[in-house]
Each structure stands twice: as C-alpha cells, then as structure tokens.
C-alpha cells in the first residue's frame, strides 16, 4: 500500500516563495494522477493544483493560477509544489493525493483514494 508524505512547509512572509514535496513510498505512482488540495482552519478542504501521471497535463485552481506549480519526478516518486508570491490567505495546511485516475475532475477531493498526513503553510502579513 501506497504511503505519501509530504514535507517542506512552514513560515514565510507575504510576496515570499516555499516549495513542498510528496514522497511516496510502498508503490510507484508512476501511473498515478496526483494532486495537492489545502485546508485553512474553520475552511473545508479545497483543490489547489493537479497532474497527470505522465506530467503532461496540469491543473490549477483560479486563487493559485500564475503563482503555483504543481511538478512531479517519477524516478523519485515524488511530486511537488513550487508556490511563489505567497499571500496570508494561502496559509493552510496542504496535502497532496493520488488517484488512479481523476478523468476530468481533478477538483474532486473524493476522486483521489489517498493522502498525505499534511504540511502546514503559513503566510505572514
């Protein structure tokens, strides 16, 4: 069974960059479409960005568009998220996921069958 854990989260200030990572572990996800969603505090969960297994195709919500991105290394079986001129209203908790396909609803959460345990982001003002 598949193990994803993410890593690279934490404090940085508005206009500032951070990258995360997913590795997975127990299986390649080679063939796996993946995504990154994020959770603030009294927030539902919500899609941030997605890929598909070969890297060829991405997503992006509209709040993240031109600022974030979403890019994935088969050989390391890791994905990541470049997130760059970050805001306050970013700060969250990210997850990234894997599905065995999310066909055209990369947004939907209950399309991907596993997660990570979560990295917190925080954007100061």
């Known amino acids: 069974q598949v193990q994803l854990v993410e890593s690279g989260g934490g404090l940085v200030q508005t206009g500032g960059s951070l990258r995360v990572s997913c590795a997975a572990s127990g299986r390649t996800l080679s063939l796996n479409d993946m995504g990154w969603f994020r959770q603030a505090p009294g927030n539902e969960r919500e899609f941030v960005a997605a890929i598909s297994w070969s890297g060829g195709s991405t997503r992006y919500a509209d709040s993240v568009k031109g600022r974030f991105t979403i890019s994935r290394d088969n050989a390391k079986n890791t994905l990541y998220l470049q997130m760059n001129s970050l805001k306050p209203e970013d700060t969250a908790v990210y997850y990234c996921?894997?599905?065995?396909?999310?066909?055209?609803?990369?947004?939907?959460?209950?399309?991907?069958?596993?997660w990570g345990q979560g990295t917190q982001v925080t954007v100061s003002s």
């Open positions: 996921a894997c599905a065995t396909t999310y066909g055209s609803r990369w947004y939907d959460q209950w399309e991907y069958d596993t």
